[in-house]
């Protein structure tokens, strides 16, 4: 069965060097050099097939969030930088605080005690390290940023597209109920787990999604890759790598992940079945698209001996509906993710109503656009 490749190989040209929490180094097998006090690791260094790739064309992965970027002083080396928050959660409780009826913004006292509190109460989606000397979550804030701060609050009252802000009320929980202030506490409590069970494949994806969420893609694909390693059948991690090879006009390594995740989706039991349907959607219409890029939309649904030899690794035969499936008795548009909905569901192993009646339409013909 296909599976991801182990550790890349040498290549002829040195590849650049990025900063990296030395625990996920050691996570990975690998020896961190000593050229302490600042880790940091080649990529090729990394057990990884896409790291080098992902940084080299980085621009093109869409970001969860836009840009966020603050001064912070890191408080271990006393030097500032500028640093992408992404997005800022204020706790709900210190947002009511602020505007509740005791509350005097004209009092001094109570602003600054507001103030020094609310950071205490942020949540923060954007992965960085302190560029001078690689600590990571210990960072004083400038007066600049409490407006900033205090401003984006205040919007709130009557800002009817709060939902699109960079500051948001609200909390945000890992999948175990912890609740980190920052990307790299919410690494490091994925690492503290994955210590005791270095195998978990799902506490690599989300070790992954931290960093993918973080804007670090080059972490999220060696997180990635490494929860494959452990389990083939890891199904978000193939669906969040191919998106990422989808945007860099990877077409191959897209469907290969691609395929990989549907085959096995009806056998993944790590998300709910909404969730994981509409993660499908989305793949199945990027794999439509690069297909028609590609010229070939033969490659568009599994071969059937992969769903075969993967029905067989959990003791079952590939499902008839995976047998006949027919991508001519199905309307798809690539600007109507719903239109992938029936064939998302065969994958889960719905049982479906034959569509449509064999009434066979082209598919909308859309040239692939940039988000
Ligand atoms: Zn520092």
Redesign the pocket.
Same mark, same amino acid.
């Given at each position: 069965m296909p599976s991801v490749q182990g550790r890349a190989t040498t290549t002829s040209k040195k590849t650049p060097k990025v900063p990296i929490n030395p625990r996920l180094f050691e996570a990975l097998d690998g020896n961190m050099p000593t050229d302490k006090p600042f880790p940091s690791v080649r990529l090729s260094d990394l057990p990884s097939e896409y790291a080098t790739l992902v940084h080299r064309k980085r621009d093109q992965v869409p970001k969860d969030y836009r840009d966020n970027q603050h001064w912070l002083t /890191?408080q271990? +080396?006393g030097?500032r930088g500028k640093y992408d928050l992404g997005l800022i959660a204020v706790h709900p409780e210190q947002y009511q605080k602020r505007n509740g009826p005791s509350f005097n913004a004209a009092n001094e006292e109570a602003l600054d005690n507001w103030e020094s509190n609310v950071v205490e109460h942020i949540q923060c989606t954007g992965y960085f390290r +302190?560029k001078? /000397?690689n600590?990571a979550g210990n960072w004083a804030f400038p007066k600049d940023f409490m407006m900033f701060l205090l401003a984006s609050m205040l919007r709130t009252n009557y800002e009817e597209s709060f939902e699109e802000s960079i500051v948001q009320l609200g909390h945000f929980q890992t999948f175990d109920g912890s609740e980190p202030k920052w990307a790299t506490d919410a690494e490091e409590h994925l690492l503290d787990l994955i210590h005791e069970t270095p195998n978990d494949a799902f506490l690599w994806n989300r070790l992954g999604n931290v960093y993918n969420r973080g804007g670090v893609p080059e972490l999220a694909v060696v997180a990635f890759e490494e929860s494959l390693r452990c389990d083939a059948g890891q199904v978000e991690s193939h669906v969040l790598l191919a998106n990422i090879l989808y945007h860099l006009d990877e077409f191959d390594a897209c469907i290969h992940h691609s395929h990989l995740a549907l085959v096995h989706a009806r056998y993944y039991k790590k998300l709910n079945a909404q969730a994981l349907h509409d993660m499908l959607c989305v793949l199945l219409r990027n794999l439509l698209d690069v297909t028609m890029v590609t010229g070939n939309t033969d490659l568009f649904l599994p071969p059937m001996e992969l769903a075969q030899s993967v029905a067989e690794e959990h003791g079952k035969h590939a499902s008839s509906s995976e047998r006949v499936l027919d991508i001519r008795s199905f309307d798809f548009y690539l600007d109507d993710i719903q239109s992938f909905s029936g064939l998302a569901n065969i994958y889960l192993g719905k049982q479906v109503r034959s569509p449509g009646a064999g009434t066979f339409r082209r598919h909308r013909t859309k040239k692939k656009k940039r988000r």
């Open positions: /890191c271990e +080396c030097k +302190c001078h /000397c600590a």
